[in-house]
């Protein structure tokens, strides 16, 4: 019953936002012709679940990497743009979706020539996801596309709590625990997480020694989803923590999976609920 409890919480989650955002904006009236320029990541998966195909001139070129991209299958239909002002003025697009700490120079010539540009600040947490739901929604003149979707949100069913603990780890050793995407995802699972206990906010840093002493019931390996050979990622590889004789259980996402706040949050939380129940 929990493994069925766990598939059916994903499945709605991500079916319900996945069939609204199909729809074709019935009651919505229709938008310039111009279209609409994404130059950010997540403003990027925003868009392309919430916009109609015919809509979108362009988004960023990070969009279509599946490593970091949760939409990035949807994104190979669109041209990229790498967020450059001469890429984005000759398109002239009805709006600019920007995020706050991204193309800040493209950013600034678009905004003192007068064009229409949405700048969002990161979401961290489920209310920011909402919040830059009904925002993009709304700038794409699909404001009752957001509200369904946000609906379906606030309606998601929810596990039942467990006393377990999950921890984050990445490149480098680094957690996160609130508010963060990944402390989000932990808590919508009805786990605990340990970077919470520790004191560690919505960004840190965990020796392997540290990560041991914690003790955690599931490590959550964070990887890039590439080969890229780095210092940073050797961490990762440590001999204590590829021991057989580890206690905790591990599992390895890629970063796609908790980087941008979209709908698609929530499969990480069921692919992490359902690693624990598998030994329960």
């Known amino acids: 019953m929990k493994l069925l409890s766990s598939i059916t919480f994903a499945v709605f989650a991500f079916c319900m936002a996945a069939a609204l955002a199909a729809r074709a904006g019935q009651g919505e009236p229709e938008r310039a012709r111009g279209g609409i320029v ?9 868009l392309l679940m919430l916009g109609d195909p015919a809509e979108i001139r362009s988004v960023s070129f990070l969009a279509r990497d599946r490593s970091i991209s949760a939409y ?3 994104a190979q239909n669109h041209d990229v743009n790498h967020g450059l002002i001469e890429q984005i003025l000759p398109m002239e697009p009805d709006l600019v979706l920007a995020g706050r700490y991204t193309s800040r ?6 905004e003192e020539q007068g064009k229409n540009v949405l700048v969002l600040d990161p979401a961290r947490s489920l209310e920011d996801m909402i919040a830059n739901i009904q925002k993009v929604a709304d700038a794409i003149g699909r404001p009752l596309r ?5 609906e379906a949100i606030l ?25 963060s995407l990944g402390d989000t995802a932990i808590a919508e699972a009805g786990l605990k997480n340990v970077a919470d206990e520790l004191g560690i906010g919505s960004w840190g840093y965990l020796s392997v020694e540290g990560l041991l002493r914690s003790d955690p019931d599931l490590i959550v390996f964070q990887r890039s989803g590439k ?34 706040a979209t709908p698609r949050l929530f499969e990480t939380s069921r692919a992490i609920r359902k690693r624990i129940e598998r030994e329960e």
Not at 105 to 110: G, I, M, R, S
Not at 146 to 150: D, M, S, T
């Open 38 to 46: 994404s130059i950010n990541l997540c403003t990027d998966q925003l």
């Open 72 to 74: 990035w299958e949807e």
């Open 105 to 110: 120079y493209t950013v600034a010539l678009l």
């Open 146 to 150: 957001g509200r369904q979707i946000i």
């Open 155 to 179: 309606e998601r069913p929810k596990p039942d709590s467990l006393d377990r603990r999950v921890i984050l780890y990445g490149a480098s050793g680094t957690t996160a625990g609130p508010p």
């Open 227 to 260: 080969a890229m050979p780095a210092m940073a990622t050797q961490l990762l590889h440590h001999p204590a923590l590829t021991a057989s004789r580890l206690p905790a259980l591990r599992m390895d996402l890629t970063r796609s999976e908790l980087i941008c």
